[in-house]
T-cell receptor
Framework: KQEVTQIPAALSVPEGENLVLNCSFTDSAIYNLQWFRQDPGKGLTSLLLIQSSQREQTSGRLNASLDKSSGRSTLYIAASQPGDSATYLCAVKGGYQKVTFGTGTKLQVIP | EPEVTQTPSHQVTQMGQEVILRCVPISNHLYFYWYRQILGQKVEFLVSFYNNEISEKSEIFDDQFSVERPDGSNFTLKIRSTKLEDSAMYFC?????????????FGPGTRLLVL
């Protein structure tokens, strides 16, 4: 059974700082890994998707990496802004369509 | 930009009552999903649906749950006899594909409270 863990559970940084969020998964037989952000009381917004054959994906100030063999992914956020404050979730697609979500990292960027 | 919509945004019901949660996926998407998130817990997969049938379901999705695509645009989740532990945020998602490059797009959720 796939288990997805995210460290740290919460993070508070001053505006402008670069930061790294971590995601680990137990079963390396995955189709892809997706990073989402969730704002309080809202739905999930897809940020980046990395296919199992890829090593990284970039979108603006975000960069996600994937090391399938070690069961790890990182989300790098450059020059953080208060608007980046949210909960960040990683989700691993292992089976045909089933997606397993991580525990989330709650990020607060202080102005 | 196309988006997934869900109705209602909030629903309060009495234990034992039936509820139907509605979703309108993105129009050219073929794969549909339901997830739930109990307050303070992980987002959990419930079921995926393609070509008018369930393609995968989790152990949570027992006989009290059912899904349906009653017409060309709506996708519904029915809970036949609600329990207190069904209280959660329910998210619908859709995707155009189901392979390695698939991105799932999520709706804003329906917050269900069972009293």
């Amino acid at each position: 059974k796939q288990e997805v863990t995210q460290i740290p559970a919460a993070l508070s940084v001053p505006e402008g700082e670069n930061l790294v969020l971590n995601c680990s998964f137990t079963d390396s037989a995955i189709y892809n890994l997706q990073w989402f952000r969730q704002d309080p009381g809202k739905g999930l917004t897809s940020l980046l998707l990395i296919q199992s054959s890829q090593r990284e994906q970039t979108s603006g100030r975000l960069n996600a990496s994937l090391d399938k063999s070690s069961g790890r992914s990182t989300l790098y956020i450059a020059a953080s802004q208060p608007g980046d404050s949210a909960t960040y979730l990683c989700a691993v697609k292992g089976g045909y369509q089933k997606v397993t979500f991580g525990t989330g990292t709650k990020l607060q960027v202080i102005p | 930009e196309p988006e997934v919509t869900q109705t209602p945004s909030h629903q309060v019901t009495q234990m034992g009552q039936e509820v139907i949660l509605r979703c309108v996926p993105i129009s050219n998407h073929l794969y549909f999903y339901w997830y739930r998130q109990i307050l303070g817990q992980k987002v959990e997969f419930l079921v995926s649906f393609y070509n008018n049938e369930i393609s995968e379901k989790s152990e949570i999705f027992d006989d009290q749950f059912s899904v349906e695509r009653p017409d060309g645009s709506n996708f519904t989740l029915k809970i036949r006899s609600t329990k207190l532990e069904d209280s959660a945020m329910y998210f619908c998602a859709s995707s155009e594909l189901a392979g390695v490059s698939e991105t799932q797009y999520f709706g804003p959720g329906t917050r269900l409270l069972v009293l």
